[in-house]
């Protein structure tokens, strides 16, 4: 079993940057795939971005993801934010070898950090 607990979040300005923590229990990350997702209301769960197993480190536009094997956490660094970036994130983990879109094929959760970007 592996537990994860998020951390980080708030309320930010336009073009701030900011970082979520995902610090996970009972194994080590490094052999799981770890992504961010986010959801606003009504709406399903999209992925921002992810980070396959045993690497360090991962960028997609505006977002980085990156690993700390010491401290078995996954970071989420978010710049220049928007206020469309406004909404719950999620870190997950999944045992597959590569970033999926697809919610179903993730095994463990975070429980969620609300993000909102003012203006």
């Known amino acids: 079993q592996v537990q994860l607990v998020q951390s980080g979040g708030g309320l930010v300005q336009a073009g701030d940057s900011l970082e979520l923590v995902c610090t996970a229990s009972?194994?080590?990350?490094?052999?799981?795939?770890i992504a961010w997702f986010r959801q606003t209301p009504g709406k399903e769960r999209e992925l921002v971005g992810g980070i396959r197993p045993y690497l360090g480190r991962s960028v997609k536009d505006r977002f980085t993801v990156s690993r700390d094997t010491a401290k078995n956490t996954v970071t989420l660094r978010m710049n220049s934010l928007k206020p469309e970036d406004t909404a719950v994130y999620y870190c997950?983990?999944?045992?597959?070898?590569?970033?999926?879109?697809?919610?179903?094929?993730?095994?463990?959760w975070g429980q969620g950090t609300q993000v909102t970007v003012s203006s």
């Open positions: 009972g194994r080590t990350l490094m052999s799981y795939t």
């Open positions: 997950a983990a999944s045992r597959f070898s590569s970033v999926a879109t697809r919610t179903d094929e993730y095994d463990y």
